[in-house]
């Protein structure tokens, strides 16, 4: 489902996505995604300030279940593992995506198709995939690098025997743990962990730090489309009884309105040829002097990049060649670009 109340022709306007249930045995996202749909359309037909704001300024996807067959297996109570992870063929959606090594997946599951296909057909800026099981917010990547694997790297990845030693970050590290850290501290929950073995500094760590793994959605969207994806670990009880869910959704929702808010940070713009004033579409919008992820502008030539508050270079080039390079100082409040 989406939602938006800006005005179709209006441009500028980030795509944001909330995905739930990619593992059956834990529904509590999925009840939280229905919940914000109905959160959503309530407030703004009520006139709350926020929720107008954002769905006045941002298209807002929401997808409660990824994995329906795999929920259909799991039964409630289960707080550990239970049936119903794996999707109906028998396969971790989690695990199935294209990787830096491993570009081509031929025993690719249909629902990772389904979702790769909507991602290429939607330039989403800002996304969440929800889970439970644990109380923490996990940022990418989930895969470490080469030298931080402590086996034999082909090994490693058909074993998935991965053992890191250190964080493996990307370029946009302060960006996610800004994010991280934002709903964490507007969850009342999440900072206290799951237990005295389970706690997080903050809230928040490095996804190959904790639980390293190939294949996964957030690494994906990172890599393959610039998105920036966290996973939200949000119950430390992966399939509660139902009368634990209004809790659990007091405690997040709050937290997934801020964080959606967010893509409004940083510079958006339209990339245009100057002659004509023609938007042009698949420039490719970078930051000098940074391994910061890239961005191609839509068929209506529009961009947006998530930054913190400083001074970058931000180089517009197409086929090789550069068309603009403008340096620009990014607030607390988004910038607009119309190049």
């Given at each position: 489902?989406k939602?938006?109340?800006?005005?179709?022709?209006?441009?500028?306007?980030p795509?944001?996505?909330?995905?739930?249930?990619?593992?059956?045995?834990?529904?509590?996202?999925?009840?939280?995604?229905i919940?914000?749909?109905?959160?959503?359309i309530?407030?703004?037909?009520?006139g709350?300030?926020?929720?107008?704001?954002?769905v006045?300024?941002?298209?807002?996807?929401?997808?409660?279940?990824?994995?329906?067959?795999g929920?259909?297996?799991?039964?409630?109570?289960?707080?550990?593992?239970?049936?119903g992870r794996?999707n109906?063929?028998?396969?971790?959606?989690?695990r199935?995506?294209?990787?830096?090594?491993?570009?081509n997946?031929?025993?690719?599951?249909?629902?990772?198709?389904?979702?790769?296909?909507?991602m290429?057909?939607?330039?989403?800026?800002l996304?969440?995939?929800?889970?439970?099981?644990?109380?923490?917010?996990?940022?990418?990547?989930?895969?470490?690098?080469?030298?931080?694997?402590?086996?034999?790297?082909?090994?490693?990845?058909?074993?998935?025997?991965?053992?890191?030693?250190?964080e493996?970050?990307?370029?946009?590290?302060?960006?996610?743990?800004?994010?991280?850290?934002l709903y964490?501290?507007?969850?009342?929950?999440?900072?206290?962990?799951?237990?005295q073995?389970?706690k997080?500094?903050?809230?928040?760590?490095?996804?190959?730090?904790?639980y390293?793994?190939?294949?996964?959605?957030?690494?994906?969207?990172?890599?393959?489309?610039?998105?920036?994806?966290?996973?939200?670990?949000?119950?430390?009880?992966?399939?509660?009884?139902?009368?634990m869910?209004?809790a659990?959704?007091?405690?997040?929702?709050?937290?997934?309105?801020?964080?959606?808010?967010?893509?409004?940070?940083g510079v958006?713009?339209?990339?245009?040829?100057k002659?004509?004033?023609?938007?042009?579409?698949?420039a490719?919008?970078?930051?000098?002097?940074?391994?910061?992820?890239?961005?191609?502008t839509?068929?209506?030539?529009?961009?947006?990049?998530?930054?913190?508050?400083?001074?970058y270079?931000?180089?517009?080039?197409?086929?090789?060649?550069?068309?603009?390079?403008?340096?620009?100082?990014?607030?607390?409040?988004?910038?607009?670009?119309?190049k």
């Amino acid at each position: 489902m989406k939602l938006c109340a800006a005005n179709k022709s209006q441009l500028g306007v980030p795509n944001v996505k909330l995905i739930g249930n990619m593992h059956g045995n834990e529904p509590v996202g999925r009840e939280m995604i229905i919940n914000m749909i109905q959160y959503l359309i309530d407030g703004y037909r009520g006139g709350d300030e926020e929720i107008v704001g954002l769905v006045s300024t941002t298209k807002v996807h929401l997808m409660p279940s990824l994995n329906p067959d795999g929920y259909r297996m799991a039964v409630e109570g289960y707080c550990t593992r239970g049936p119903g992870r794996d999707n109906g063929r028998g396969k971790d959606l989690n695990r199935d995506f294209p990787t830096r090594l491993d570009w081509n997946n031929s025993d690719e599951q249909p629902e990772t198709s389904a979702v790769r296909r909507w991602m290429s057909s939607v330039q989403f800026v800002l996304s969440a995939s929800l889970h439970s099981g644990a109380l923490v917010v996990s940022y990418p990547f989930d895969a470490p690098t080469e030298h931080h694997c402590l086996e034999d790297m082909g090994e490693c990845l058909v074993a998935g025997s991965w053992r890191a030693t250190t964080e493996s970050i990307t370029g946009d590290d302060d960006v996610f743990r800004h994010l991280a850290t934002l709903y964490s501290n507007n969850n009342p929950r999440i900072p206290l962990g799951c237990g005295q073995h389970e706690k997080f500094n903050n809230g928040i760590i490095n996804g190959a730090l904790w639980y390293p793994t190939t294949g996964s959605m957030q690494d994906y969207n990172y890599l393959f489309h610039g998105c920036l994806e966290l996973t939200l670990q949000i119950s430390c009880c992966k399939y509660p009884f139902a009368h634990m869910l209004e809790a659990i959704w007091h405690e997040n929702h709050r937290a997934l309105i801020k964080l959606m808010g967010e893509v409004q940070r940083g510079v958006k713009g339209v990339v245009r040829e100057k002659a004509s004033g023609r938007s042009l579409a698949g420039a490719r919008v970078s930051l000098e002097g940074t391994n910061r992820a890239t961005t191609n502008t839509t068929p209506i030539g529009e961009y947006w990049k998530i930054l913190l508050p400083g001074k970058y270079s931000l180089k517009v080039s197409m086929h090789r060649m550069i068309l603009a390079v403008l340096l620009i100082v990014c607030s607390s409040s988004p910038i607009d670009v119309f190049k």
